[in-house]
């Protein structure tokens, strides 16, 4: 899988260039918004250090 791609859970793979947003969604997890698209992704609580890591690397 390409760097730009991050699986975000077991029913979610997510483009890391297409991300519009990322908010808290109880206490647990995260949604991940999409560009263009009304459609969200979640992501696990104990995903995010590396999520944020790959998506950080991918911007700059």
Do not use: Q
């Not at 979610?12 to 263009?36: A, E, H, M, Q, T």
């Amino acid at each position: 899988m390409p760097n730009y791609f991050f699986k975000s859970s077991s029913k979610y793979i997510v483009n890391l260039n297409k991300i519009y947003r990322v908010s808290p969604s109880g206490k647990n997890s995260l949604d991940i918004f999409l560009l263009n698209s009304n459609k969200k992704a979640s992501l696990s609580k104990n995903l995010e250090s590396d999520f944020l890591y790959r998506y950080h690397k991918t911007k700059f």
